[in-house]
């Protein structure tokens, strides 16, 4: 992934506190404006992050540890 990619994804999730809402996709649509993104360039960078899934309502959503 590019480093454009990965310093707006870090501007993103600075100080969010809606862990276990957003899908890979659904975070790709919330930047669609700034980047083209896609599942997987932002399955990626979660994972690198820490971050994990965990299903919610049918979907499986990103969730801060």
């Known amino acids: 992934m590019d480093d ?3 310093a707006v994804l870090d501007i ?3 100080d ?3 862990s276990g809402r957003f899908t890979s996709q ?3 649509d919330n930047l669609r404006e700034t980047v083209t993104l896609t599942p997987d360039e932002v ?3 979660m994972m690198g ?3 994990v899934l965990v299903r919610y ?3 499986l959503v990103w969730m801060a540890l």
């Open 43 to 45: 399955t990626e960078y």
């Open 26 to 28: 659904d975070i790709c």
């Open 16 to 18: 969010r506190t809606d």
């Open 12 to 14: 993103y999730f600075k």
């Open 57 to 59: 309502d049918d979907r």
């Open 49 to 51: 992050k820490g971050y």
């Open 4 to 6: 454009y990619k990965k």
